[in-house]
């Protein structure tokens, strides 16, 4: 009985410290280790070698009430991807809208987070498309 909770134990640690092998992929400061994280293992399985530089992410609130209180806000994210061996420079972009506003700072940032993660989803599957 102890030791087959100890193999379970064992196999759960060993499957959660797996590295995502991403040697073909180089980012400049611009990036944060969640978008780091989300490219690389959307683009595991590409082998051709990319470089990624300038992420940024802006914000607009736009159709605010007369109360202030309910506005959409547009999320839009940019990046530019480098193909050196296509001698490839490529702007890419995506944009998410979310139509609620958070009274919570926690709910607002956590909605953020998510949004940016659903962004760099959807300039990944650009890439893919650019990239062998």
């Not at 990036?31 to 690389?40: A, I, R, T, V």
Request: neutral net charge; contains cysteine; glycine residues 2%.
């Amino acid at each position: 009985m102890y030791i087959r909770n100890l193999t379970i134990l064992f196999f759960l640690a060993s499957c959660s410290v797996t590295t995502i092998n991403s040697d073909n992929i180089s980012f400049d400061d611009s990036f944060g280790n969640l978008e780091k994280y989300e490219l690389k293992k959307c683009l595991k399985s590409v082998t051709e070698e990319i470089n990624f530089r300038d992420l940024s992410f802006t914000f607009a609130a736009e159709n605010i009430n007369s109360q202030g209180l309910e506005f959409n806000t547009k999320y839009v994210g940019k990046l530019i991807l480098e193909l050196p061996n296509q001698s490839k420079e490529l702007p890419l972009m995506a944009m998410r809208m979310q139509t609620t506003n958070y009274i919570s700072s926690n709910m607002a940032d956590e909605e953020k987070k998510r949004l940016k993660t659903l962004i760099i989803s959807d300039i990944c599957k650009n890439i893919i498309n650019h990239a062998k």
